[in-house]
């Protein structure tokens, strides 16, 4: 119990006020200046006896940052239903009327989303009740925006998947010219997928994917969202499948 009031008065001490008046620190409410005094003093003496006080108290803390994070990037998810789930302009991959959506969030120049596309091919093969809503996350530099660009410009001319699965067996950049050599082998019209590319309502649609993954507060791709469950990183083939037996028996 000791130790419990010990972890309890360290994080009290620990919570940030504001400024007072003269730019002055406040006191913690409920503390006046010398009982504050009294419980540094038994703090000090205490962590010199039992340093592992504060090792529990820094675990308490972060634990209570990540119950916070966690409760707010579920109510963003919530709050952004319609545009993770129900964009008509979203690329489509598996059965568009299946049971279950996966939203992916992938950048094409990603290492993790490469070593993700194999499973997520496999588990569209294995279950054919699977909706795939694409989010392009171009976060890795210029090239990674090209790339996101012609995808986009490619869904144009109903080409959007062959120049993902080009783009995403890659291993090398998708320069300009590695672009247009793999989109001619998809079957894609080169100049008018550049022309396309250049269209401010494909950048505009990335815009609104990154604004969407800052509510998100995603730190990185890829990301998926399976039902109403956030799953960052790249996802074994067992695993993506629990987690679709777990949606779908929530309906």
């Known amino acids: 119990m000791k130790r419990i009031l010990m972890i309890g008065a360290f994080l009290a001490l620990c919570t940030p006020w504001g400024p007072g008046p003269a730019g002055a620190q406040e006191a913690a409410p409920g503390f006046t200046p010398r009982q504050r005094e009294e419980i540094v003093g038994i703090l000090r003496e ?12 820094i675990g308490a803390m972060q634990e209570a940052q990540r119950a916070e994070q966690e409760g707010a990037r579920r109510a963003a998810l919530a709050a952004s239903r319609d545009a993770l789930f129900n964009d008509a302009r979203d690329p489509i991959k598996g059965n568009p009327r299946g049971d279950v959506t996966i939203v992916e969030f992938f950048d094409a120049r990603c290492t993790y989303c490469k070593a993700l ?8 093969q294995r279950d054919g009740n699977v909706r795939v809503v694409m989010k392009d996350l171009p976060i890795l530099g210029p090239n990674s925006v090209l790339a996101s660009r012609a995808l986009l410009a490619a869904q144009r001319q109903g080409k959007y998947e062959p120049l993902y699965d080009a783009l995403l067996k890659l291993r090398t950049e998708p320069t300009e010219s590695v672009i247009q050599a793999e989109a001619q082998r998809a079957g894609l ?63």
Do not use: F, K
């Not at 596309?117 to 569209?124: E, G, R």
């Not at 994917?209 to 074994?236: C, H, Y």
């Not at 629990?242 to 028996?249: D, F, K, P």
């Open 189 to 251: 019209d080169w100049p008018r997928l550049r022309r396309d590319m250049e269209d401010p309502a494909i950048q505009a649609r990335l815009e609104a994917n990154i604004a969407l993954a800052q509510r998100l507060q995603l730190e990185g791709t890829p990301a998926l969202i399976i039902g109403d469950t956030l799953v960052p990183g790249a996802v074994e083939l067992p695993e993506l499948q629990r987690l679709v037996a777990e949606a779908r028996r929530r309906g």
């Open 46 to 57: 205490a962590l010199r006896t039992d340093p592992s006080i504060l090792r529990d108290a």
């Open 117 to 124: 596309y194999p499973n997520m091919q496999a588990l569209l």
